[in-house]
């Protein structure tokens, strides 16, 4: 189960109602709710006797943690390596997220830096990156939709896939990797995928024709 904690706008603690309830409940400030409804989130998902996953927001706010918890990093624009060595020294098992972001595109082969990226690549102990369980593509939905949600995922993710499955010696060539993706993106377009074209001027025999 994926516990989604992030981006929260503590502006609208300003609302009367939620001040009148954190006046009655002796909560003073909007971090201070911010860790009771955390916290709270945290209790009922242990009590459901189910493995789950919160973002590091929980854990940079100090929410106490059941031992077993999973930890999401995913704030791109921090430090995330640092942030992984933190919650690994704390004994949490993580999944690393942060420089994978389907969404974020530029002109050229952005897919480069996915391929680079490697969840284990932080300064801590053997132990430490034995806690780091993996990584995951994400995709998030503010300029996505359903006119471009598969187009703006595929072949791209594929990178992240062959990255996450694959031994890291067997996946530092960028030359063959691109052999491989090229191949991969024909293959989609055969099967009525419109995967978008992401290693510059190509050629593949199938031609996608969208559905009528």
Same mark, same amino acid.
Not at 102 to 113: C, E, N, V
């Given at each position: 189960? /994926? ?8 502006? *609208? ?5 939620? &001040? =009148?309830?954190? &006046? @009655? /409940? &002796?909560? *003073? ?7 009771? #409804?955390?916290?709270?989130?945290? @209790? ?7 493995? #789950?996953? +919160?973002?590091?927001? +929980?854990?940079?706010?100090?929410? =106490?943690?059941?031992? %077993? ?8 624009? $921090? %430090? ?12 949490? =098992? !993580?999944?690393?997220? !942060? ?10 082969? $952005?897919?480069? =830096? #996915?391929? !680079? ?9 053997? @132990?430490? &990156? ?13 300029? +996505? ?10 072949? *791209? ?20 990797? @691109?052999? *491989?993706?090229? #191949? ?10 419109? !995967? ?17």
């Amino acid at each position: 189960m /994926h516990a989604v904690i992030d981006s929260v706008l503590l502006l *609208r603690m300003s609302n009367p109602d939620i &001040k =009148k309830w954190m &006046k @009655e /409940h &002796k909560i *003073r400030t909007g971090p201070n709710l911010l860790q009771y #409804y955390e916290s709270r989130l945290v @209790e009922m998902l242990g009590a459901l006797d189910k493995d #789950y996953i +919160v973002w590091q927001d +929980v854990f940079d706010n100090g929410v =106490k943690l059941d031992p %077993d918890t999973v930890i999401g990093v995913w704030r791109s624009w $921090t %430090d995330y390596f640092s942030e992984l060595f933190n919650i690994t020294a704390a004994g949490y =098992k !993580a999944v690393l997220q !942060a420089c994978w972001y389907m969404d974020l595109i530029s002109y050229g082969d $952005t897919w480069h =830096k #996915y391929y !680079a990226c490697d969840p284990q690549d932080f300064n801590g102990t053997a @132990e430490q &990156k034995e806690l780091v369980m993996g990584g995951g593509a994400t995709l998030w939905a503010e300029y +996505v939709d359903s006119t471009n949600l598969i187009s703006r995922l595929w072949p *791209r993710a594929s990178v992240v896939g062959e990255r996450l499955w694959s031994e890291l010696s067997s996946t530092t060539n960028l030359t063959y990797a @691109e052999i *491989r993706l090229h #191949y991969h993106r024909c293959r989609m377009l055969s099967r009525g995928i419109p !995967a978008e074209p992401i290693e510059g001027p190509s050629y593949c025999p199938q031609v996608y024709i969208p559905p009528l």
